[in-house]
């Protein structure tokens, strides 16, 4: 979707300029029309939606709709749009001084004035055991036998219905899970999320190549410190079971480093598109190819269609996404931020630094 | 790891999370949701492959059992006329 209208926008951007604004205008609608359903959980959920189809090769399996992401962004959303007041307001800042549309970030209208959250700061280090646990719709999963019992039990029940079984609305309380499942959950899903990368990665060249240092400049850089040039031969999940088994944490350590790699990519990603924006004037083919790239659906289009124009500058190899290059040195250093944030018995960053020593350092 | 480099990677990650290491407790539960329905989808998908799996094996064995039975009828008809 988003290629085409690349492919079709790109190309006159030179001569168009007489109505540029209305484009923005009506481009950065329909962008923001789209967001919110994806905000935090983005790549999370591309990731789902790619586990889907690449599950719906497998004969048996009723064509895959989009499976229940309506629901999670629901959830999500509303601390989305708070958490990230500073940025957003800098967004859109930078729209009023470029001249756009205020319409164009409706998000920055609402959330711009609420001050930095001290208050979850302060609940979140506490533990979430007793978190509000009475609802109805919540239930308290015990391990990852129980998943899979209740999840085979609703398959039993509506074969059909495979991929909705879940009831929409439910919750799950995993605090009583012992950390090690949960660690195999956050490995399982952050493989699906590296293997479903590194397939879109693979027609496109490396992000090791940086053809456009000037453009994003330092932010590169932070991206380029994580990226190593072979794959570690560890596993995600071995590498995560060591972690913790050298330096023992709480699941909220590693839950929250699902929401750290959304946030980084979220926020780069954007900030990326904010520079390139006035970097090169071409806003709306530009804030296109983002969208695109983050939710990881139509990259491999990228590279054809938008070779036409100065934006092959700023190609999609620029892109931060979670890939197999990167994804052990996120979740060292995701590890060792988010111990000492959570917990008050943390490590020091040698024993870290011992921890995961056992994948060969190739740097860039 | 060289501790150096770790030391770098942090701080790369703290820039590049803005230094907001917050996260609300809602947004913990919403992805501790998320990541039971993907485990959950998960299991029921590789059930599904075992499933289909197993309906080829049995597909594949009964037209053995067939051929072999209709063998084995046309043998003692053979030895009757």
Known sequence: ?364 | MPLAELNNLELQFLLLNDFRLSVPVEELDAYGTMLVEFYAREVITQQQTAEAQHQQMQQASPAGDEVYMQGARRAPMAAST
Do not use: W
């Open chain 1, 1 to 364: 979707m988003g290629s085409l209208v690349v492919s079709q926008v790109a190309p006159s951007l030179g001569h168009q300029h007489a109505y540029h604004h209305i484009m923005v205008g009506g481009d950065a609608q329909h962008n923001e029309s789209e967001t919110p359903t994806r905000s935090t959980t983005q790549r999370t959920q591309s990731s789902q939606s790619q586990a889907s189809a690449h599950a719906a090769t497998i004969p048996d399996r009723p064509p895959s709709p989009p499976l229940q992401p309506t629901e999670t962004p629901a959830d999500v959303r509303p601390a989305a749009g708070s958490r990230q007041p500073s940025h957003l307001s800098q967004h859109h800042h930078g729209f009023d001084q470029s001249g756009f549309p205020l319409s164009s970030d409706p998000r920055g209208l609402h959330s711009s004035p609420s001050s930095p959250r001290l208050g979850p700061t302060h609940r979140s280090t506490t533990s979430l055991g007793a978190s509000e646990a009475s609802s109805p719709s919540r239930l308290k999963v015990r391990d990852l036998a129980h998943i899979q019992s209740f999840a085979s039990q609703e398959y039993l029940a509506r074969p059909r219905l495979a991929g909705r079984i879940l009831e929409a609305g439910r919750q799950y309380e995993i605090s009583s899970m012992p950390v090690t499942d949960i660690i195999e959950m956050v490995a399982g899903l952050l493989t699906r999320i590296t293997t479903t990368n590194d397939r879109q990665h693979e027609n496109i060249h490396r992000p090791g190549t940086p053809q456009d240092g000037g453009s994003i400049g330092s932010q590169s850089s932070c991206v380029l410190a994580f990226h190593g040039k072979n794959v570690p031969s560890i596993t995600i999940l071995s590498y995560l079971s060591r972690i913790h088994k050298y330096c023992p944490t709480t699941y909220e350590v590693f839950l929250s480093l699902l929401v750290y790699f959304d946030r980084m990519t979220d926020n780069f990603n954007k900030r990326f598109l904010q520079k390139a924006t006035r970097a090169s004037g071409s806003d709306s083919s530009d804030s296109h190819a983002s969208l695109d790239t983050l939710t990881e659906q139509n990259v491999n289009d990228e590279p054809q269609s938008s070779k036409t124009d100065e934006n092959d500058d700023n190609d999609p190899g620029q892109f931060f996404v979670v890939d197999s290059y990167n994804i052990h040195r996120l979740v060292i250093a995701g590890v060792t931020c988010a111990s000492k944030f959570f917990s008050d018995v943390f490590y020091t960053n040698s024993r870290y630094a011992k921890a995961s020593s056992q994948f060969p350092i190739v740097f860039i």
